[in-house]
């Protein structure tokens, strides 16, 4: 190669057949015909598949205007050459800048477009389905086009309507934390500069940007009767639960950790439906957690050795299997705890579908949502269970082996340590002594009465 380099053989090989090869803000290739008004990513610049697309250009607006579509010149024709199963075949959809919709020249249904969305009825519930497509489609397509002033300042009070609501709810409909929507703020008044301007850089953001927040709208059903106003709005009706006696089981016998991580699922979790932002805080919270249960773990675990390597515990065989048990509870602690750390990937905390998919596959287990919730709950459950055969082991020792002066000195302090661990124990699981009173005052009257 001698001299400048000169791309524009491969410019006009291209523009032999009327298009215009464009590069994506990205990094990726398309074309676009100005007169015809089409935009796809087949590389026209090989002969055959620009005569393809020239036909299938005729062929798409043919049938439009047999389907007496009006036309005009803000409308946009997208193609994508298809190939299943060694056969070729033209996907399409027309782009319509003056309603922001898109549209097709024949009756369609997509799911994909639905987006797993159940009872969509009406077509102004729709209309946000085919915007948010729209948008899609500037994104896919930025090039060549001016960015309106109009529509930079509807989605820069989008955005600051967004952060005025994570602001003052916690349960806000947005779909982003407070400092991403800060951050995008900052962006959208930079956008200002681009007003009125072809730069694809500025027409790529505001069009991603606008396309999730029209998504927002549409999972919502904003404008809708019975429009979800709150992130914990159910609008199905919540999911058939477990029986309330294995509910009540496993919230005594977990120390209360089950019905904590159930309903921390649930709100992350609605209507099929990953709510981001929590997701995001919900994993860090886990990790956080997991990470001291490790530390907790490894400390018990150093006890219960050292624990059984006392002279005084080799003889009481109850002590023993008690501090089997927990030095048992602790591994199971220990080891749930580094699995569950290691499954927590970048994937699942970046991804949305990957998190949809993860939680659609553990609503359809055995138990539902609460599988998950017995898993998370389970490295907090088992050292508490560990802690708690420790403790009776620890016992038995004591007023085994001790003389009268030590048991009576360590029976009334044991006896209140395990007055205020029940206490709290029974506090998480809402039980009261005073909803007991009550019951106690009533067997205390009939017993009265039914003496002579």
């Known amino acids: 190669m001698k001299g400048p380099l000169d791309c524009s053989e491969e410019v006009a090989q291209a523009a032999v057949a009327g298009w215009e090869p464009l590069t994506h803000p990205e990094g990726a290739l398309f074309f676009y015909h100005p007169k015809e008004r089409v935009f796809t990513d087949a590389d026209v610049r090989e002969s055959v598949i620009a005569d393809k697309i020239g036909k299938a250009v005729k062929e798409a607006y043919r049938k439009v205007h047999e389907a007496n579509i009006a036309m005009h010149s803000l409308i946009e024709l997208a193609l994508e050459l298809i190939t299943e199963d060694g056969k070729e075949k033209w996907g399409y959809y027309f782009a319509d800048h003056d309603k922001r919709i898109i549209f097709w020249f024949e009756d369609h249904e997509s799911r994909p477009l639905m987006n797993k969305i159940r009872g969509v009825e009406r077509k102004s519930h729709i209309r946000y389905a085919l915007e948010a497509q729209y948008w899609r489609h500037v994104e896919l397509f930025p090039n060549k086009r001016i960015l309106p002033e109009n529509v930079i300042m509807k989605l820069k009070e989008i955005v600051m309507f967004a952060q005025a609501e994570n602001i003052t709810s916690e349960t806000c409909l947005a779909p982003f934390a407070s400092d991403e929507v800060a951050t995008m703020l900052g962006l959208v008044d930079s ?33 809708q009767p019975g429009a979800r106003l709150d992130v914990d709005q159910s609008l199905y009706g919540k999911p058939n639960a477990l029986p309330k006696w294995i509910l009540r089981f496993m919230k005594f016998t977990l120390f209360g950790s089950f019905d904590a991580q159930s309903k921390a699922i649930h709100r992350i979790w609605v209507d099929e439906t990953i709510v981001q932002p929590r997701w995001k805080n919900f994993i860090d919270r886990l990790t956080t957690e997991w990470s001291g249960y490790t530390i907790y773990s490894t400390v018990m675990l150093a006890v219960d050795i050292s624990f059984l390597a006392v002279q005084a515990v080799q003889n009481q065989m109850s002590a023993i299997l008690l501090a089997y048990l927990s030095t048992l509870c602790v591994l199971g602690s220990l080891v749930v705890s580094l699995v569950l750390a290691g499954q927590v990937n970048d994937s699942r905390r970046r991804s949305a579908e990957d998190v949809a998919s993860f939680m659609i596959g553990m609503s359809r287990s055995m138990l539902g949502l609460e599988s998950l919730a017995l898993m ?77």
């Open 191 to 223: 956008l200002m500069n681009s007003a009125n301007e072809e730069r694809e850089h500025s027409v790529w953001i505001v069009a991603r940007f606008t396309r999730l927040f029209c998504n927002a709208k549409f999972v919502n059903f904003c404008g």
């Open 376 to 452: 998370l709950c389970l490295p907090f459950a088992l050292l508490i269970w560990a802690m708690v055969f420790f403790a009776a082991a620890l016992s038995v020792v004591i007023f085994r082996t001790a003389d009268i002066v030590a048991i009576s000195i360590a029976s009334p302090v044991w006896f209140a340590i395990f007055c205020l661990a029940t206490w709290l124990v029974l506090a998480a699981n809402d039980v009261h002594i005073s909803h007991l009173r009550p019951w106690i005052v009533e067997q205390l009257f009939g017993l009265t009465h039914t003496i002579p």
